[in-house]
């Protein structure tokens, strides 16, 4: 079946605008992460939705960053006022759920964000 | 702060031989640990992983082995092979507290299996 797609794959925008990263988890996942990989670093979580809601969002950075899934499937990751150090990769992953550190998640190919 | 350490950013292996690639932890809550493989413009994917009760998984040509008093782990891929070359990341993540689905990446290392 299908993976976890996301789109776009590429975003390049100038610093101060707003951007949105969309992510289509695997059907029937029903958890969903974002995470975040900077150049030389490894990913870092960023947000985890169980359905539509947000059962942890921690690892976002600032209130710069906010994330929903309305409906519980597809998930958008929102950026407003986007600085430099914005720029990464962009992964979002989904598992089966209900979660468990034993559910694999599985992971799209990321958006590559890029900041002028 | 770095929990999940990878001190090997590189490491080549000639093919049919042994890589052994290797991976510290500092939080004793983890009680679960993955690793991932990563080709370039692709999403890393799930290789193997292992349960803290236990002490070594094997899945065909790759072996995960956790030493949980030196929080250290490492996989082992015999014989290696071209195909193997990707960067490789070890992750960790703990059914206990608030974290509960977060995983814990190292940096990766990036391994190269050569002809």
């Known amino acids: 079946g299908a993976g976890v797609s996301q789109t776009p794959s590429n975003k390049v925008t100038e610093k101060g605008k707003y951007v949105e990263l969309r992510c289509d988890p695997i059907?029937?996942?029903?958890?969903l992460y974002w995470y975040r990989q900077s150049l030389g670093q490894g990913p870092e979580f960023l947000i985890y939705f169980q359905g539509t809601g947000a059962a942890d969002d921690s690892g976002l950075p600032n209130d710069r960053f906010f994330a929903v899934r309305p409906e519980g499937s597809v998930s958008t990751l929102k950026i407003q006022r986007t600085e430099r150090g914005d720029s990464a990769v962009y992964l979002c992953?989904?598992?089966?759920?209900?979660?468990?550190?034993?559910?694999?998640?599985?992971f799209g190919p990321g958006t590559r964000l890029t900041v002028l | 702060d770095q929990q999940v350490k990878q001190n090997s950013p590189s490491l080549s292996v000639q093919e049919g031989r042994i890589s052994i690639l290797n991976c510290d932890y500092t939080n004793s809550m983890f009680d679960y640990f993955l690793w991932y493989k990563k080709y370039p413009a692709e999403g890393p994917t799930f290789l193997i992983s292992?349960?803290?009760?236990?002490d070594k998984n094997e899945d065909g040509r790759f072996t995960v082995f956790l030493n949980k008093s030196a929080k250290h782990l490492s996989l082992h891929i015999v014989p290696s092979q071209p195909g193997d070359s990707a960067v490789y990341f070890c992750a960790a993540s703990s059914d206990r507290g608030s974290t509960l689905g977060r995983l814990y990446f190292g940096r990766g290392t990036q391994l190269t299996v050569w002809p």
């Open positions: 292992i349960s803290s009760i236990k």
């Open positions: 059907s029937g996942h029903t958890a």
């Open positions: 992953a989904s598992s089966l759920a209900p979660s468990s550190s034993t559910d694999t998640q599985y």
